[in-house]
């Protein structure tokens, strides 16, 4: 859990913008463990054809990320996230195995 800056240590701008960081991720966070305890349904022609999309809902572009952190990988964060993510998800068997390894009990806030 990373810690949010004391306000008269930053900016006042840095100090919201760290604040509502924490926020989205708390939310991103709370989205990949509701998804997580359904991993076992998701199928390889699943992957492929998410693969396939432009773009993403901000919600399952959030629990991605989530996931390709779980998983070790660094998403390029910015407007390049999806394609980072799905350079991530290239090998889609290893990449499902690797979503099999990560269990909701394991998962700490």
Not at 5 to 19: G, K, L, N, Q, W
Not at 30 to 47: C, M, P, R, Y
Not at 48 to 53: D, G, H, I, V
């Amino acid at each position: 859990e990373a810690p949010v800056p004391e306000p008269e240590t930053v900016s006042r701008d840095a100090f919201i913008a760290a604040a509502a960081a924490r926020v989205d991720l708390e939310h991103a966070f709370a989205d990949f463990k509701e998804a997580a305890i359904n991993l076992d349904g998701i199928s390889k022609g699943q992957l492929m054809e998410l693969k396939s999309m432009q773009a993403l809902p901000k919600p399952l572009l959030d629990i991605l990320t989530c996931v390709s952190i779980l998983k070790g990988d660094r998403p390029q964060p910015g407007p390049h996230i999806w394609k980072s993510i799905k350079q991530s998800m290239s090998n889609t068997a290893y990449f499902l195995d690797q979503l099999q390894c990560i269990a909701p009990e394991c998962l700490d806030e």
